[in-house]
């Protein structure tokens, strides 16, 4: 099974500033079949980025994901105050289908 | 806008089967193209897979908990459903249903998530 690890575990950054999220996988996933995920508090999981760089229909440009084989990362390039949120990231390309633990994007 | 809505006991014993149902609205369980399944996060843990079934009726499952786990989809009522047998404490989790997509370029994430429900298992 592949295990993907994230980090950092918490991110405390200030709206407007840069994120910068890691996603690494324990051998390659198969195709860049890779996705990233937003959750916050009481809301269902949103899909944001899948095949490690395409984005989901409605999800802003400030989101963009990156990487193949065992590395990846997701981007927000300005975070907005509704941006601060649990992201995790998943590969569906070997099964079992596996998460990464998650990065906790925290206001500063 | 697909919704997904998870039902079902929220306390299980210990040895019994828990059983939960995703009622699906905004869309088709018969639709070709997707899977629908199942995914867990024991408190203060990860995610877990727990597996999928495609709308031709196949079904994928973790081969952690293969021997255990049934998942089914009922057209008729645009419903999907979980079983897991001989649960132990190791079970409690919130259980969330799901939806996976077939996008182009291959593969298939997950675009829909169900708000999830605690289960917990306890005498």
């Known amino acids: 099974e592949i295990v993907l690890t994230q980090s950092p575990g918490t991110l405390s950054l200030s709206p407007g500033e840069r994120a910068t999220l890691s996603c690494r996988a324990s051998q390659s996933v198969s195709s860049t079949y890779l996705a990233w995920y937003q959750q916050k508090s009481g809301q269902a999981f949103r899909l944001l980025i899948y095949g490690a760089s395409s984005r989901a229909t409605g999800i802003p440009d400030r989101f963009s994901g990156s990487g193949s084989g065992t590395d990846f990362t997701l981007t927000i390039s300005r975070l907005e105050p509704e941006d601060f949120a649990v992201y995790y990231c998943q590969q569906y390309g070997s099964s079992p289908l596996t998460f990464g633990g998650g990065t906790k994007v925290e206001i500063k | 806008q697909l919704q997904l809505q998870e039902s079902g006991p929220g306390l299980v014993k210990p040895s019994e089967t828990l059983s939960l149902t995703c009622t699906v609205s905004g869309g088709s369980t018969s639709s070709s193209g997707y899977y629908w399944g199942w995914i867990r996060q024991p408190p203060g843990k990860g995610l877990e897979w727990i597996g999928s079934i495609y709308y031709s009726g196949t079904t994928y499952y973790n081969p952690s908990l293969k021997s255990r786990v049934t998942i089914s989809v009922d057209t008729s009522k645009n419903q999907f459903s979980l079983k897991l047998s001989s649960v132990t404490a190791a079970d409690t989790a919130v259980y969330y249903c799901?939806?996976?997509?077939?996008?182009?370029?291959?593969?298939?994430?997950?675009?829909?998530w169900g708000q999830g429900t605690l289960v917990t298992v306890s005498s």
């Open positions: 799901a939806r996976r997509v077939e996008v182009a370029g291959g593969g298939a994430p997950i675009d829909y």
